[in-house]
């Protein structure tokens, strides 16, 4: 691997670290879900929730597993090949953490912190957090041990940490809630964090995963206190995971409450979410493999950062750091770099250099990864910047979240026409790559962008697709209140004979 050959001065006036708030693993996956509900609700995506590295993060990836390491880097172009007259390129950033087997796993010393207060009590949230740890214990192991705060005006230890054995205690306890009374869900977690901190065991995975809507009104409610309680039980080796529920959850405390306490964060809207959540996803929810994530882009010779998922500024040219969420097992990450390169000269070209440093959780040392991106440099015509799959894949499903912060603004500006057609552009281009990819997942987001189109048709009052109303006549002819048609001219005056 060839040096970096920019001085250091220069790297020192071009980098600057870059935290992207929406970026995320595979166990922050929030703002897919949370649209998807509310676009079937009929309703118009809130352009702050749709996080776009986030959203494109839900989407299943096929990184290769990583063999010797916790983290492995997969680098891919959208283009092998440049034109010499240089253009727009696209290059994925993919990350994949090493999974583990149900046997392979460290054991649990797990505390769920159960919301019960009176805000549960809608059908999207307490029969969600009962069926919800119903598809969880599949996943617990006998030897785990496991504990349940439950809280409403104040926090109770339902059930003191002990063996999972064959898991029937806890699915009679969880049966057993009745929503009711206020939300102190400052009381309940730090009751959680008591409870996994009085059996401590290095041996084990020490972690609260909260289920609740977040709605605090009882006690402590500061986000910001709540917050900082998180980060220090955190910097203490407890884990804290978080699982909103309902549509008005508090979004905004939920996502900053799993960060501190450098744990997943998800939101359940179905069933089908409950599986991904709680089954297919859940080694991701409890071990943890890297923590401290940065991902280093430094664009080659005559190259230029022009964007990078997430950030909604422009990036600065000459490269930048990413920090990233740390990771669990199973999880992945991708992040999607376009950059712009000049006229050059027939042959390869480095196009990047990536660089990833972490902290392997287990070993608790940093770790680096560091490659190359080369293009070859040809005469060509009709360049396409996006002829891979798998990246114009990830690239359409940027725009798709893109395109949804966009309609909120058109909407709020009553340009409901302009939105329309933004929402049904975005559905033919989903389906398209769909289409190419073989991905039933689009499809099925090709089908949402259907029905928002159904939602913005209510606010223009026709349906675009047929066409806009016919215009008022200008003629001074008056609309009838009754009957189909105007009688004959003729028919409106008195008949006479003239001799």
Known sequence: MRPHSRSISRLLVSMFAMVLVSGCAAGVDTSKAYTRG????????????????????????????????????????????????????WVQIGLQARSTSSQGRTPLNLVLVLDTSGSMASADKMPYLKESLRVFLQTLRPDDWVGIVTYSDRAWVLRTAQPVEDGIWIAQTVDQLLPGGGTNLYDGLMTGFKEVDRNFDLRRNNRVILLTDGLANVGVTNPGRIAAEALAFSQRGIYLSTIGLGMDMNDPLLSKLARQGNGAYHFVDSAREMDKVFLEESEGLVERVADDIKVSIRPGQHVQLVAVTGLAGI??????????????????????????????????????????????????????IRHQVTASVVSMDNYDPLIDIEVRRNATIVRSAEALKAIDGM??????????????????????????????????????????????????????????????????????????????????LPTIEVR
């Open 411 to 492: 909407f709020g500006q009553g340009r409901y026409a302009e939105a329309w057609q933004v929402a049904h552009a975005m559905e033919q281009e989903m389906r398209s790559v769909a289409a190419m990819a073989g991905d039933p997942q689009m499809v099925q987001d090709a089908d949402l962008f259907l029905r928002y189109q159904l939602t913005l048709t209510a606010a223009l009052g026709y349906d675009p697709s047929v066409g806009p109303p016919a215009p008022a006549s200008d003629s001074n002819e008056q609309s009838q209140r009754w009957g189909s048609s105007p009688l004959p001219f003729e028919d409106l």
């Open 38 to 89: 509310a676009i079937n609700r009929g309703e118009i995506v809130p352009a702050d929730t749709v996080r776009v590295n986030e959203y494109l993060n839900y989407y299943e990836q096929r990184f290769p597993e990583p063999i010797d390491h916790p983290i492995g880097l997969d680098l891919r172009l959208g283009n092998p090949q440049m034109p010499l007259s240089g253009g727009e390129v």
């Open 315 to 368: 990036p600065p040219s000459e490269g930048a750091q990413v920090d990233m969420p740390s990771m669990g097992a199973g999880d992945s990450q991708v992040l999607m770099v376009r950059l712009k390169t000049r006229p050059g000269v027939s042959g390869p070209q480095l196009v990047a250099e990536i660089g990833v440093s972490y902290t392997d959780s287990f070993a608790q040392r940093t770790r680096e």
